[in-house]
């Protein structure tokens, strides 16, 4: 790593492996406890004077907004740096880049499309680097997936989980998931569009990979889609469509799980596509708590990264 002798190396999350599981129950412990001091008007303020740069190659509402407004309710300042405003490794070498910009700021948020550029950015950033999302893995979606399920049904440990679809980022995030917490994962794809082999063996002992989602989603106690074509994948979206057809979470695909199962999709979502209206918009859907829980889960992400990374403890408001 390209640091100042005199700088202590700093604390990234670019996937929830960067976490132990202590870390982890810890960050969704307090992003409930910030959840519920914001609903009671109390403001907390003790990221006053940081800064974070969000570098977005890739597009996104959520993260856009659950990151800015996280930084804000903190107090601190959030500035967005679209695809014209920085182009990593095209106008200027992804090493510079971070080299320059960790001198600037306080803390970094990439939205990218390689994995790899994420990591290079962070092996010479002198600040915390955050992945926003990569097409690799997509782990803040997941502290807001984990915190949903906690909130709604308690610790996740030992409950069964099923993915449909493709075994994209979200599918190898939640391959991460099941090894840090302990739950089951049960994985349905079509032949051809099965996550990495790397990491679905690094989980074998807690995933089981099926192309059968009827099957997978038998007893589950949470069930989890995405959609099939993401962005950057618009050319291929009618083929997906045809061989994802069988995919779809349905009301019929939800009978097979617990009666009290829940629903998640990390958004947005195409009804009649991925999963069907009634599902997403029905009583076992927690879509909308999953989505407003980006912001709480990343504001104890940059809370932990910025003020308490080398402790492990967590302020109190």
Same mark, same amino acid.
């Given at each position: 790593?390209?640091?100042?002798?005199?700088?202590?190396?700093?604390?990234?999350?670019?996937?929830?492996?960067?976490?132990? =599981?202590? =870390?982890?129950?810890?960050?969704?412990?307090?992003?409930?406890? *910030?959840?519920?001091?914001?609903?009671?008007?109390?403001?907390?303020?003790?990221?006053?004077?940081?800064?974070?740069?969000?570098? /977005?190659?890739?597009?996104?509402?959520?993260?856009?907004?659950? @990151?800015?407004? +996280?930084?804000?309710?903190? +107090? +601190?300042?959030?500035?967005?740096?679209?695809?014209?405003?920085?182009?990593?490794?095209?106008?200027?070498?992804?090493?510079?880049?971070?080299?320059?910009?960790?001198?600037?700021?306080?803390?970094?948020?990439?939205?990218? @499309?390689?994995?790899?550029?994420?990591?290079?950015? #962070?092996?010479?950033?002198?600040?915390?680097?955050?992945?926003?999302?990569?097409?690799? @893995?997509?782990?803040?979606?997941?502290? #807001?997936?984990?915190?949903?399920?906690? =909130?709604?049904?308690?610790?996740?440990?030992?409950?069964?989980?099923?993915?449909?679809?493709?075994?994209?980022?979200?599918?190898?995030?939640?391959?991460?998931?099941?090894?840090? /917490?302990?739950?089951?994962?049960?994985?349905?794809?079509?032949? +051809?569009?099965?996550?990495?082999?790397?990491?679905? #063996?690094?989980?074998?002992?807690?995933?089981?990979? *099926?192309?059968?989602?009827?099957? #997978?989603?038998?007893?589950?106690?949470?069930?989890?889609?995405?959609?099939?074509?993401?962005?950057?994948?618009?050319?291929?979206?009618?083929?997906?469509?045809?061989?994802?057809?069988?995919?779809?979470?349905?009301?019929?695909?939800?009978?097979?799980?617990?009666?009290?199962?829940? /629903?998640?999709?990390?958004?947005?979502?195409?009804?009649?596509?991925?999963?069907?209206?009634?599902?997403?918009?029905?009583?076992?859907?927690?879509?909308?708590?999953?989505?407003?829980?980006?912001?709480?889960?990343?504001?104890?992400?940059?809370?932990?990264?910025?003020?308490?990374?080398?402790?492990?403890?967590?302020?109190?408001?």
């Amino acid at each position: 790593m390209t640091l100042d002798n005199s700088q202590t190396p700093p604390k990234h999350f670019l996937s929830l492996l960067d976490l132990n =599981e202590q =870390e982890a129950t810890r960050l969704i412990t307090r992003a409930t406890a *910030l959840k519920q001091q914001r609903q009671r008007g109390e403001h907390y303020r003790p990221l006053i004077g940081y800064t974070l740069a969000m570098v /977005f190659e890739k597009s996104s509402t959520r993260t856009r907004v659950s @990151f800015e407004t +996280g930084m804000s309710q903190l +107090g +601190g300042t959030a500035l967005f740096l679209s695809p014209r405003d920085t182009q990593l490794g095209r106008g200027e070498p992804i090493e510079d880049s971070a080299r320059v910009l960790s001198r600037m700021v306080d803390i970094v948020m990439i939205r990218t @499309f390689e994995h790899e550029t994420l990591t290079r950015f #962070a092996d010479h950033s002198r600040v915390p680097v955050i992945n926003g999302l990569t097409d690799r @893995f997509h782990p803040c979606q997941l502290l #807001a997936d984990m915190q949903t399920y906690v =909130e709604h049904r308690g610790p996740i440990r030992g409950r069964r989980v099923a993915f449909v679809g493709d075994g994209n980022n979200m599918c190898h995030s939640y391959i991460n998931a099941a090894r840090l /917490f302990g739950f089951e994962l049960r994985i349905a794809c079509p032949t +051809g569009f099965e996550p990495e082999p790397e990491i679905l #063996a690094a989980g074998a002992d807690h995933c089981t990979l *099926l192309h059968d989602p009827t099957e #997978a989603v038998e007893h589950a106690d949470l069930v989890v889609t995405d959609v099939w074509a993401s962005m950057g994948q618009e050319s291929e979206e009618a083929q997906r469509k045809a061989v994802f057809a069988d995919f779809s979470v349905t009301s019929a695909i939800m009978a097979r799980a617990r009666p009290n199962a829940l /629903f998640m999709h990390c958004l947005p979502a195409h009804r009649g596509e991925e999963v069907s209206a009634d599902v997403i918009d029905g009583p076992q859907s927690v879509v909308w708590d999953e989505a407003e829980n980006r912001l709480h889960a990343q504001k104890a992400l940059l809370e932990w990264l910025l003020l308490d990374r080398q402790s492990g403890s967590t302020p109190a408001p």
